[in-house]
């Protein structure tokens, strides 16, 4: 599927969080040893946004080196986060890739320059096998979207023409969005569906297998006490939700850009202490059984949050 990478040569920047450091090491060694990479800077770990950023301001302000193609890989626990906020930044064009097809289509179509991999989900052996697609795929090359065949002429004018617009976003003349986060400006153009069962809550589901979802909460609602068949990761964009794991009786307080773990079966309770909205991705299709009432539920949060305020004093 994926063209040879011929000639070129490729400066590759590498970052992670803390938590999925063996995959990133395994994945720079494995860089290391291509024939067609010249240099990896291995930028170590951090907080998976903090990573993802060092990998996206050095692929964009590296000098530009006819010969020399400069790209980015940062991992972390799901391969979205860094996903998020290395896109944050204008030139950085990264996906988060769990198959060899994936690599290979969003090279060949999104000119991907920064490569995201889940150190949850993908193992080394198949990461490498995905970087090497990456590697060797040009921008427009045939790919499984095309059916492994070139790409008719209208489509090769239109990427010519799209790639040239990428790269004028957000230079170009059309009014700046309020946010500058890729997300969170795709957000604004989607239809949501509410949460029937969680009063305030909505929902959109961006992808499919393994799913994807943006949701948001209004400031007040609860989500009572209830689990799932699948674990699940999420990201907060923005405000701030309490979470308590009433099987590992631990809570969790969460702002913008904490990301959290949730595994299959455990039972969960959350308030929103302002309007929020996360990303969250599982495995499998969306099930939820509840082991409340809201009523319930907000009794026992009020509980909870009145005791913890007098412990306080």
Known sequence: MAASAGNRRFKIFAAADAFVEPLKD????????????????????????????????NVTSSSSDPALEVRGVVVCGTGAGVTIFANKYPGVYATHCSSVAEAVNTRSINACNVLALSGMATPPETAAVIADAWLATPFRAPCPASGDAPWPEDVQKFLDVASQEMASIPEGSAPAPDSTCAICCLRKGME???????PGGEMRIVRQSPTSAYVRFKAGSVEPAHHHTFGHDLVVIKGKKKVW?????????????????????????????????????????????????????????????IGVADSDK
């Open 192 to 198: 949501f569906e509410p949460v029937d069962v969680m």
């Open 245 to 305: 794991n009433l099987t590992k009786k631990e809570n969790y307080d969460l702002v913008d850009g904490d990301f959290l773990f949730t595994p299959a079966g455990d039972v969960h309770r959350v308030k929103y202490l302002e309007d929020t909205e996360f990303f969250i991705r599982w495995d499998g299709h969306w099930d939820i059984f509840l082991e409340e009432d809201l009523e319930t539920a907000r009794s026992a949060i009020d509980a909870e949050l």
């Open 26 to 57: 395994t994945i720079v060694a494995h860089l290391r040893a291509h024939p067609s990479v010249t240099e990896v800077v291995d930028l170590g770990v951090d907080k998976y946004y903090s990573a993802a950023a060092a990998v996206a301001r």
